[in-house]
């Protein structure tokens, strides 16, 4: 892994009372899916997706959860952070496609960066974005929002809504692309197969290093690592990979369920 970039925080924004937005003042280049390994010294180091990016900045959307994220909460314009990355593999997109973009919770972070570069590449876009309830919708004003209580939006979860989509035959949609739970991505694969429309998924492994030296997030049984050889794959691929929608390993290796 390359040294950490030393980078200052040039904006925060509060998208959920669990979600926030950073902008990192740095020219970072990345691809639609990929990640940074973002180090708060002291605290922890976390690989973190790019939900969206300028000529000299890029956004980080992070959640509340574990020690490293509550300590970003805390922080400030100014205040600053390390940076290493871009790494990983990310989404393919091919120009003037019918595409849709499913995400489940803060999985819908990467997905702006892949909707800004469609648009970009002409793309037709559909982003259905799905949270629990209203309060933890993310980017509602440019998606079409789901929760699972009916408090906004369509009642249900993402993948009934992209069922929806399909069903009508209205569009012809090219591509599938997701990130959220497995649970949720693992049936997104099987409505994929089930009208023949191709997907790609982006997994999340607990990390140490990102560049497939520590094996950490290697998946079973194929060996192949999140950090290098993912984190996005195509929905065949994510067949093959037994643990999928099923079990992730914790830091020590120990298998935990969804």
Known sequence: MSKPIICKIKKVKTETHKIKT??????????PGQFVMLWLPGVDQ????????????????????????????????????GVSGPYGKGFNIKPKTNIVLVGGGCGSAPLKLVAEEAKRLKCKVEFISGARSKKDVLFPGSCLVTTDDGTAGFKG??????????KNKKTKYHKVYTCGPEPMMKVLV????????????????????GYGVCGQCAVDPLGICICQDGPVFSG???????????????????????
């Open 22 to 31: 950073f902008t990192i003042d740095y020219k970072l280049d990345a691809k």
């Open 46 to 81: 976390k690989p973190i997706s790019i939900s969206s990016q300028t000529k000299n900045t890029f956004d980080l959307t992070i959640f509340e959860l574990g020690p490293a994220t509550k300590a970003m909460m805390k922080l400030k314009v100014g205040n600053k952070v």
């Open 157 to 166: 979860y993402p993948t009934q809504k992209l069922e929806e989509l399909l």
């Open 190 to 209: 099987q409505i994929c197969k089930k009208y023949k429309i191709p997907c790609e998924i982006s997994m999340e492994r607990y990390m140490k290093c």
């Open 236 to 258: 065949k691929l994510a067949e093959k990979i037994t643990e999928f929608g099923k079990y992730h390993r914790d830091k020590s290796g120990f298998k935990r369920n969804f």
